[in-house]
């Protein structure tokens, strides 16, 4: 395992070794101070858990490092010599020394042992490779013996750790005594069917073999065969005794190895007399203390090993740990709040508590508690009762199994236990040493102390004491570098590049602060210690700009689409940057907090300017005689609309501030009184973008007169929302048709060739009769001047185009293929015969390049009107009734617009479609449950856009952007006030069927939530909290009481 460990005097180049293949960590980057502890841990390098453990046993016994220190370099040389070939250098105690040094008083978290076990003479391989720690520490001691040869530390191992034993044969026929003495650095001891360490000494140092019948003794005094009793006992014992426990033990039956993990119990403090050859001694010189234990976590082929040691110095600083809850492995609310208390957050997310779970017990829910308690997700729903109206208070319940014991009063007299775990050390209780009697996770080396050794005053709480004048120096000088190196690193991660914009170059425009001239100045930036206070920064400032006068003010800015946006102002001098949250990156506008260029800016995130773009419809009538007079310029004007001229429209891009009311913009707008703002529908500006290149018409929403008085926040402008103007003069214009709260532009002329068809939705019999050939009927839709009837075609020669609408497209198709009846209407067919929305010249019309119209039948056009009554409205309708009575004709009503459907459809499909169109914006009361709490936060309103989509997705997309959550992460339920309870809406997406391959999303505007405004919409976050969950508990006690 060590190589060439004995031959490190006799082999050259052996001591020269170097740390090639090792990855230091560079100077950017320093290691982390040591933590609360005030500890310091060791690397481990791949495989060395073994190594580390046995390392720091041997620093926490006081004595073993005070010798180690008391060998001078007059003895063992000097490390920087040892590549010199007259020098005598004894590598293996100068690095043992170091590292012992390093671990004592450099302030890291972590010691490296790459040069300890260079000097083992150790491959790259040898780290990553696990080996016996009871194997180690034999070999460790016999190389440091060898090593010390002919100095004054050449017996100190010898002094600590020897005994010896003496074992004895008495013959029961003439009384003769035969004794044999055995020299021991550690005791190995029998863990196979024995319940404690007590046990195994007694059968090894009490017990008497008998030698008797078959198994005789042959006796030298009496020189015959006689019977006789064999026994041992321990004749001297050393001051450090070292107890193996044998775990590892091998089955003949299956002719494999195994690992005991039976209740196998050791004391804290423990006499050795009953076990010793009888002496006048007192009783204080067997009695021993235990101070270390190493424990093997794992099987026989493979684990790991750290260490609890107590800190008989007291050099670090002890904290009481937090009590783990009691684990019962049968219970399953108690395995999860043992799971969370581990964590530092005392809070688990949903999605990782399986994980978790199997990590702990290593088994999965399904396997251990799925079967009796269901599964893991609706278990942890019930028991925490998260929309009852039951409210409980965690802070007075008391956590089973925790202790409020004082930080200073830890469980043995002083002495501190701590868990030296690699690179890790915590704090541990004394009686956490009793968890390590059975289980995989045990006992494997313990380490007894002599009581009567006693340390001296001075070496309490001094990691000094006895350590060399030059590794104490040595140390010195490495902590400076690595403070310089933690300074300078501070320094790199807290520097932060700000960018200053001043009041010089700007001036306020459309509710946004714009730059000064066609091409903007750069900016000044500024790199500056965040941790600096921001009375620092403005001082920075001043320096920067030596022309400033009067007051300065610095505001946090930010960019956005409309123009540069000022929010919090920095008023406290006395706080850091980071404190005040400036960050990498940030904004900064330097002017003197009131105005700027004489005009006051608006600031906060309500004043936030939105940049919409403002149409204008562009009639066009002076391009109409140029068309009528040259085809050819009738196919350029089609194209200017197109591309330069926006299809018709003029488009300006303008911005205002989020709190302008629309009066307020539309009198920045210049716009006289009797001018309409509409807005886009969005449902249908999607429609369109799907439709590929467009369409050839657009439908807005008039506002009402109400709205002007409502801010551009509170209307949902977002950034690039359209807003068009309807001057009074374009409302009768042929394209622009305004009909009560809606509008239609018709203001994209062009010349379409459509390959029309029917060989769909049509009777067998007039199938037969035409075929599956389709139909050509070239023509031209949208508005186009009836003088543009001929187009050069792309071959040659011209193309005899007619101008129709849909209407008269569809008249067209009917005579070509002999249909009649006024049940037809015109659909789109794409590429792969899929079939779109119906054509209508009352909605818009669409550019199709090349396409397929089909026919098809039962298509309904149903007009809504809504009761204007508020006791009726949310009544729902009543679909027994055949008709409206006299009483509901007095009331009064208004038309919200049209649906189409299919005459197919059922009641059902109706009425979620007229949700769908009529309340596509929802204003739903919200409230956020607190956590660890059966209790809400006050109740808020939010707008739901539910045109697009009105799937529980949806609502919970929108929440989740309004509280800056994951979607995956919300819980929600409805209110129902009539019954008293919540109704949860499910977390969970349809199946979709085999045989279907769409499958239609289910709306919240239907059965059986159908929402609406007012509706109340609980919130809660899937994150299982502690007091969650003893919350829980408390209810079912409460509930069985």
Not at 23 to 39: C, H, M, Q, T
Not at 542 to 554: H, V
Request: glycine share 8%; hydrophobic share 35%.
């Amino acid at each position: 395992m060590f190589g060439n460990l004995f031959e490190e005097e006799e082999e050259e180049g052996f001591s020269s070794l170097s740390s090639k293949g090792r990855v230091v960590k560079g100077v950017d980057e320093p290691p982390p101070p040591r933590g609360k502890s005030n500890l310091c841990g060791i690397k481990n390098q791949g495989g060395t858990c073994y190594l580390n453990s046995l390392l720091q046993t041997l620093l926490f016994t006081p004595e073993f490092r005070e010798a180690l220190f008391s060998l001078g370099q007059e003895e063992l040389g000097r490390l920087e010599d040892k590549d010199k070939p007259e020098a005598k250098v004894r590598v293996i105690p100068l690095e043992l020394q170091r590292l012992f040094a390093r671990l004592l008083l450099v302030d890291q978290q972590s010691a490296s042992t790459a040069d300890l076990t260079d000097s083992f003479g150790w491959n790259s391989s040898e780290g990553t490779n696990q080996h016996d720690v009871q194997e180690l520490n034999r070999i460790l001691f016999s190389a440091l013996e060898h090593s010390l040869v002919d100095t004054s530390g050449s017996a100190f191992i010898h002094r600590l750790y020897h005994g010896t034993i003496v074992n004895s044969i008495v013959c029961k026929e003439c009384g003769n005594v035969s004794q044999r003495q055995e020299d021991f650095l550690d005791l190995t001891v029998c863990v196979c069917g024995v319940l404690s360490l007590e046990e195994a000494l007694w059968n090894m140092f009490v017990e008497e073999e008998l030698f008797e019948g078959n198994n005789l003794y042959r006796c030298a005094q009496c020189d015959r065969l006689v019977t006789a009793a064999k026994s041992a006992k321990l004749r001297k014992l050393p001051p450090f005794m070292t107890v193996s426990l044998l775990r590892f033990s091998f089955d003949f039956a299956k002719f494999e190895r195994y690992k005991e993990t039976g209740r196998y119990t050791f004391p804290l403090s423990i006499n050795l007399r009953p076990f010793c050859e009888p002496t006048d001694a007192e009783d204080s010189d067997y009695s021993y203390e235990l101070f270390s234990v190493i424990i093997h976590k794992g099987g026989c082929y493979g684990g790991h090993y750290h260490a609890y040691i107590r800190d008989i110095d007291e050099l670090g600083q002890w904290e009481p740990p937090v009590h783990e809850p009691k684990l019962q492995e049968d219970d399953p609310l108690s395995i999860l709040m043992a799971i969370i208390s581990q964590e530092s957050s005392k809070s688990v997310l949903l999605d990782q508590l399986g994980q978790k779970l199997m990590d702990k017990i290593g088994s999965s829910w399904s396997k251990k508690f799925r079967k009796q308690y269901g599964p893991i997700g609706k278990v942890i729903l019930k028991c925490l009762l998260m929309f009852s109206d039951l409210t409980l208070k965690s802070s007075n319940f008391i956590f089973p199994d925790q202790h409020n014991e004082p930080p200073t009063a830890p469980d043995g007299g002083g002495s501190h236990w701590f868990d030296l775990n690699d690179s890790t050390v915590t704090s541990i209780r004394e009686s956490d040493i009793e968890k390590q009697f059975q289980g995989k996770e045990s006992a494997y080396m313990l380490f007894y102390r002599k009581t009567q050794l006693h340390r001296p005053a001075e070496a309490r709480n001094n990691p000094q004491y006895k350590v060399p004048t030059h590794l104490v120096q040595r140390a010195q000088e490495e902590n400076v570098k690595l403070q310089e190196m933690r300074e300078k690193c501070e320094a790199t991660n807290n520097t932060v590049e700000l960018c200053l914009h001043l009041a010089s170059s700007y001036r306020l425009e459309n509710g946004a602060l714009q730059p000064v001239g066609k091409e903007p100045s750069e900016n000044p930036a500024l790199s500056f210690d965040r941790r600096k206070t921001v009375g620092d920064l403005r001082l920075a400032i001043y320096q920067m700009q030596e022309l400033w006068e009067g007051d300065m003010a610095l505001t946090v800015a930010k960019s956005l689409p409309a123009g540069l946006h000022l929010y919090n102002t920095l008023t406290d001098d006395n706080i850091s940057l980071n404190s005040a949250g400036i960050y990498n990156n940030t904004d900064l506008f330097v002017w003197n907090g009131r105005d700027v260029c004489g005009a006051t800016v608006l600031t906060g995130a309500e004043w936030e300017p939105v940049l919409l773009t403002v149409v204008r419809p562009f009639l066009g009538e002076d391009a109409e005689p140029a068309a009528a007079e040259d085809p050819d310029a009738c196919e350029e004007s089609g194209a200017a609309f197109q591309n330069g001229g926006e299809s018709g429209l003029k488009k300006e891009a303008r911005g205002f501030a989020g709190g302008s009311t629309l009066g307020e913009v539309k009198e920045a707008l210049g716009e006289p009184k009797e001018s309409l703002l509409c807005q886009e529908h969005r449902a249908g500006r999607r429609r369109e973008e799907g439709a590929g290149e467009g369409g050839g018409a657009s439908g807005w929403r008039v506002f009402p007169p109400d709205d002007m008085q409502r801010t551009l926040k509170e209307l949902s402008l977002r950034d690039g929302d359209a807003l068009l103007v309807l001057e009074p003069q374009s409302f009768d214009s042929r394209s622009v048709r305004c009909d009560g709260h809606e509008a239609v532009l018709c203001t994209r002329p062009f010349f379409v060739n459509v390959l029309l068809t029917c060989v769909q939705h049509v009777h067998p019999e007039r199938r037969r009769r035409h075929g599956d050939d389709a139909v050509g009927l070239p023509l031209a839709a949208g508005g186009v001047s009836p003088s543009c009837e001929r187009r050069r075609r792309r071959g040659g020669g011209e193309e005899e185009i007619k101008t129709m609408f849909f209407s008269q497209c569809l008249k067209a198709m009917l005579e070509a293929v002999g249909l009649d009846g006024s049940c037809w209407h015109l659909r789109k067919l794409d590429w792969c015969e899929e079939v779109g929305e119906p054509l209508m010249d009352e909605l818009c019309l669409y550019l199709i390049t090349f396409g397929y119209l089909c026919l098809s039948q039962g298509f309904l056009t149903l007009t809504v009107w809504l009761h204007q009554d508020p006791k009726t409205i949310t009544a729902g309708f009543n679909h027994t009734d055949n008709g409206p009575t006299g009483e509901q004709m007095s009331l009064s009503l208004r038309s919200v617009g049209q649906v189409e459907i299919s005459d197919e459809a059922t009641l059902e499909d109706l009425k979620t479609q007229v949700h769908s169109n009529v309340w596509s914006e929802v204003l739903l009361n919200i409230k956020m449950g607190v956590p660890g709490e059966k209790s809400y936060y006050p109740a808020e309103e939010i707008v739901w856009d539910a045109s697009h989509d009105s799937s529980p997705r949806s609502l919970r997309s929108c929440l989740a952007a309004h509280y800056g959550l994951s979607p995956d992460s919300l819980l929600l339920a409805k209110h129902q006030p009539d019954k008293y309870t919540w109704e949860e809406i499910s977390n969970w997406t349809q199946q979709v069927s085999k045989k279907k391959k769409k499958k239609k999303a289910e709306s919240l505007l239907g059965a059986p939530f159908h929402l609406k405004d007012g509706d109340m919409i609980g919130i809660k976050v899937l994150i299982m909290s502690l007091f969650d969950l003893y919350i829980a508990v408390l209810s079912q006690l409460e509930l069985a009481l």
